[in-house]
């Protein structure tokens, strides 16, 4: 094995040029300066100290940068991921509390671990049972969630802790009239200039930028003193290292966020480092090596006091947008982070917590996606009815029951669909030898006395039942008597033995009603099945085209045709013989 395959960035350093350099330093720079203040912003929505969201920005970019794939994905704190692990460990812990950081902590190493495993034993296909729909409902249901969470902050009112979203919303829209206009403004003025800053520039970092006005302005105007929550003391200096938590009482009660945070952070960074992939062409990432690289670095992160990290699509974005070459870019951030917790943290004392929730607000906006319901509402209604069950079910039932539920339903529609597979009756078009659906090609011509069905799955055990009674049904169905039926057989990809024994079944009974069954366009592997089986002992029911068998079933009439007309030209004949007088 080459040094490269353990260490992708040997590879990516291959004619590696100053030009590449000045390049990597001007995107690690710019995306460094939109992580800091995102981190302590997603660290706060995650119930944690800010300063342990500028932690895991560190060790985490390291070892990512190092085994990595993705030249562009960025990894560090991000919403979905902070909102997942608040949701899950506040019901053990109160947030901010030690105990609480210590379970943060802890699932942080055994995401990583569960995260490596899946990309060690090859099971990334797994984050494939959480379709697109289901993602974006329960993206977008945490987007809400996420939002009615920093309510608190926006609006200067104090809110008990509440278990469900719904109770936060309605105990802050009752005590409204409690709104500081201080914390408010902040918030909104906030938002405001970063989105301006956003559509000046995409580089600009917007929120960095708001992040020191608004610390100048609660300094200078003592604003702390009238009303507005200000971050208060943060720690200076690099992490230490730490032994996290291995209790096997703790572990056991981290399971369900280890597994919920796991199964989306893998879906986040994959989907982000395919797009980025596509944009670019010049490089290929590998899913299973990918998922190795993020869980290494939230395993190494975890002993660093990294609270557990995932791909962000904006700071994507504009580490690709600003021209990164290799994940040196990643490297170069890691700088610009160390730099603000030796020298910065200071100045943070009077940063107000509104401008953190103001930078929350703005990252959530993007993750409501209701141009997908509007596109699914267009093109593809039992999707949307996902999506919009999922999102429901997050709102209703939380974060943590919401992606499970996601997941259940994503396999759930898999298993509907298979378990009844698409089945089109097919006619010939005039003139040429194509078979098409009469359903979708209104040419087409069906055969007087046969039925061409054709099967659109896989043949196995949980859909054979229904395609032979659909078949028996199409038979029945028929205006005229039936004496062929052709199975276009070509996208009947796999078939398992309670398949072969549906065949078998299906070809005694129409051979009891004087129907002949033919098997058509079975591919190599599923005509070694059928042989195998003992199915294919008579040639003349497989053809490896449906105009074959047709071409046998018209000759095969004909043939009968002239049988029976030598047949009574042979009895005619006998039947005069016998009246000649005999001489």
Known sequence: MKASDIL?????????????????????????????????????????????????????????ALFATSRHLSIGPVAVSAILVAAGISKLADPGSEEYISLVITAGLFIGIFQWLLGTLRLGFFVNFLSNPVISGFTSAAAIIIGISQLKDALGIEIPRFDKPVETFYYAMTHILETKWIPLSMCIGGMILIKLLKKLHAAIPGPLIVVIIATALSYFLRLDQSGLEVLGDVPDGLPGFIMPDLSWENIQRLIP????????????????????????????????????AVGLSKIAGAFFQSIPTSGSFSRSAVNSDTGAKTSIAGLITVVIVALALIVLT???????????????????????NYQEAIYLWKVHRSDLAMMSVTFVATLILGIELGVLFGVVLSIAAIIYKSTRPHMAIL??????????????????????????????????????????DRIKEFVKDSEDPIEHVLLDAGNIHSIDSSGLDVIRDLDRQLSDQGIDLYICKAIGPVRDILAKSGLMTEPEKHHLSVHDAVLFINKKKIDEEHDNQRATEAMQANKRSKKRPSK
């Open 8 to 64: 992708p960035i040997i590879h990516q350093l291959k004619d590696y040029s100053k030009s590449s350099f000045r390049a990597d330093l001007f995107a690690g720079l710019t995306v460094g300066v939109m992580l800091v203040p995102q981190c302590m912003a997603y660290a706060y929505l995650a119930g944690v100290p800010p300063i342990y969201g500028l932690y895991s920005a560190l060790i985490p970019l390291i070892v990512y």
């Open 257 to 292: 966020t280890i597994f919920t945070v796991g199964i989306i952070g893998c879906v986040e960074c994959l989907s982000i480092a395919k797009v980025l992939e596509a944009k670019h062409k010049s490089y290929e990432i590998n899913p299973d090596k990918e998922l190795q």
């Open 346 to 368: 200071p100045l943070f004392y009077y940063l107000p917590k509104a401008i953190l929730a103001s930078i929350i607000l703005i990252a959530i906006i993007g993750l409501f």
């Open 427 to 468: 006619g010939n078009i005039p003139g040429t030898s194509h078979y098409r659906n009469v359903n979708r090609y209104h040419r087409t011509e069906q055969l007087n006395n046969a039925l061409i069905i054709r099967v659109d799955e896989q043949l196995y055990f949980g859909n054979c039942q229904y395609v032979k």
